[in-house]
């Protein structure tokens, strides 16, 4: 059941990118674009001096969030390629994140839901897909990757060792530095989005996800399931169909007479934000 949900969700974002005018490749090869994705996410040339990947921040032996145990415990930053500078805030995991939906403040609910990054900046709203707009934006953060603009990023990708698999996925041409920087800025997100998304990251092999399973197929309401300070199901666990995933994660309301311009909007760490933790700390993670 979940690996079809991840498969329709990775067929949808294939069939949104036949509106832009790139897709042949990639909806008959999307094994290609997860092993381009993978590329990317661990070059670490794609850094102002070579030093720092995506992976870097998100490491697969710590569930894909930091890569030290004991500095997650902690919520300290990281630093980033430049070792004086040290990022905004704690990586929060990929992994199990890439069905966050495109911010959007549900009516129903009362809170505003969905986007990546800790204050869901990486709205969705500009390429569609939160994930992959939040995948370009440590690339020109000064203090993560500190590449100064993405015309940089594309051409170190063009002289990386998957030039030709990018091409081979996106078609001739579409690994352009000099007239489609942005584009190919795009696609390169895009990509790194379709790795994130897939199996490798996203396994659900844990002990949490056996229970689920097991309810379901016995004919259990999962939305009744209780955790210790409110109900998974409704609003966190089950509520949007999205068992264990992280796209529920929502951000706090203003109190009343609060002016919401005015506030800081940070995602709460809600039931989904602590089952994904529980999640990947059952599939092993986040042992030294």
Not at 121 to 129: C, F, I, K, V
Request: glycine residues 14%; aromatic residues 10%.
């Amino acid at each position: 059941m979940r690996h079809q949900a991840r498969n329709l969700i990775a067929a949808t974002l294939l069939l949104g990118l036949l509106g832009q005018g790139y897709t042949t490749f990639a909806v008959a090869q999307d094994a290609d674009i997860t092993a381009l994705g993978k590329a990317l996410f661990f070059d670490t040339n794609l850094s102002v001096n070579g030093k720092q990947s995506c992976a870097s921040c998100h490491a697969p032996e710590t569930g894909f969030t930091g890569p030290d145990s004991l500095e997650n415990a902690h919520e300290a930053v990281y630093p980033g390629a430049l070792p004086t500078r040290y990022g905004n805030r704690k990586p929060p995991t990929s992994a199990y994140a890439g069905d966050s939906p495109i911010l959007h403040f549900d009516a129903s609910a009362g809170k505003w839901i969905g986007g990546m990054f800790w204050d869901g900046r990486a709205s969705g709203w500009t390429l569609g897909d939160p994930l992959a707009e939040q995948a370009q934006g440590p690339f020109l953060n000064p203090l993560e990757q500190a590449m100064p603009n993405a015309r940089l990023v594309v051409l170190m990708a063009a002289h990386s060792t998957y030039a030709g698999l990018f091409e081979q996925v996106w078609g001739p041409g579409s690994l352009d530095y000099v007239k489609d920087v942005e584009g190919t800025y795009t696609r390169i997100a895009d990509s790194i989005a379709a790795y994130e998304r897939s199996a490798e990251v996203n396994p659900f092999s844990s002990k949490f996800d056996l229970f689920w399973d097991n309810a379901i197929a016995a004919g259990k309401d999962v939305t009744k399931i209780k955790f210790p300070g409110g109900g998974m199901g409704g609003g966190g666990m089950g509520g949007g169909g999205m068992g264990g995933m992280c796209g529920g994660m929502t951000f706090p309301e203003p109190e009343v007479n609060e002016n919401v311009a005015d506030l800081p909007m940070f995602r709460c760490r809600d039931q989904s934000y602590i089952v994904t933790f529980l999640k990947t700390l059952s599939d092993g993670y986040f042992q030294r």
